[in-house]
Structures are given as C-alpha cells and as structure tokens.
C-alpha cells in the first residue's frame, strides 16, 4: 500500500514539473527596444526541475531569419536582464525545439514560482539586442 501511495505521489509531482509556461513574443516588448515591430511568436517553456532540464518550442514570424539568438534571461517587464538559459534559436522556417539539460534546479523551481520574472526572447542579424520578447507566464 505504501508503495503504491509513494507512486501515486511521485506521478503527481512529476506532472506538477512538467507543466509548460508561456510566452508572447513581441518587438515592441523588447527592452531597450524596440525590436522588430513587424515581429511576433511564441515561446511554450516546460521546466523539468527533478532532471535538470529546460524544454521549449519557440514559432516566431515577420523577422529576419534564421535567427541567431534565443535565451530565457531573468528580469520583470521592461527591464533587460542577464541569460539564464539558452535556447537553440529558430531556423529559417521560424522554429526551434528542444530541451537544455544540466540546468540548476534552484533556477528551474525560481522560473516555476515567478514565471513573470522570467522572459524569452529571440535575436537576429537585424537586431541583435533582440528582435522579440515576452514574459513567462502560467
């Protein structure tokens, strides 16, 4: 009984992980901006914090291509911050997929419990500071 108790929980926490965050990506978000105002995308982000791992899809359009840039960095709205994760920047069709592993697991659970402190962004030859931006959200 107590082992199925323990997998029952496990199941649960492990869901609770895998929960995909959000973002709308924008020029006129980039800071300091903008960006590519003719630019837009999104950015799903699933943390996997018992792994180590960060897994994202990104679909931008209306920017130059392929780009040559994408991160999570951590700062609030309005405000540039530092990279915290890099992500495999969108090819030519406008989209990347993958997971980034040996990833902090004080970061991940950071991002899962203040996703908004948290944005992705995409830069390309056109804007190398960035091109588009959005925050994280649930």
């Given at each position: 009984?107590?082992?199925?108790?323990?997998?029952?929980?496990?199941?649960?926490?492990?869901?609770?992980?895998?929960?995909?965050?959000s973002?709308?990506?924008?020029?006129?978000?980039?800071?300091?901006?903008?960006g590519?105002?003719?630019?837009?995308?999104?950015?799903?982000?699933?943390?996997?914090?018992?792994?180590g791992?960060?897994?994202?899809?990104?679909?931008?359009?209306?920017?130059?291509?392929?780009?040559?840039?994408?991160?999570?960095h951590?700062?609030?709205?309005?405000i540039?911050?530092?990279?915290?994760?890099?992500?495999?920047?969108?090819?030519?069709?406008?989209?990347?997929?993958?997971?980034?592993?040996?990833?902090?697991?004080?970061?991940?659970?950071?991002?899962?419990q203040?996703?908004?402190?948290?944005?992705?962004n995409?830069?390309?030859?056109d804007?190398?500071?960035?091109?588009?931006?959005?925050?994280?959200?649930?």
């Amino acid at each position: 009984m107590l082992v199925l108790v323990l997998l029952a929980l496990g199941s649960t926490v492990v869901l609770a992980e895998g929960r995909p965050l959000s973002a709308t990506l924008t020029g006129a978000a980039e800071v300091p901006g903008p960006g590519d105002l003719d630019g837009s995308g999104t950015a799903t982000i699933t943390l996997n914090q018992g792994q180590g791992e960060v897994c994202f899809e990104i679909t931008v359009s209306g920017i130059l291509l392929p780009a040559t840039g994408a991160h999570i960095h951590a700062a609030p709205a309005g405000i540039a911050g530092p990279v915290v994760v890099p992500l495999t920047p969108p090819d030519a069709s406008g989209t990347s997929s993958g997971c980034v592993t040996g990833v902090d697991p004080d970061l991940i659970k950071a991002i899962r419990q203040n996703p908004s402190d948290y944005y992705a962004n995409v830069h390309n030859a056109d804007f190398p500071g960035g091109a588009v931006r959005g925050q994280l959200s649930k």
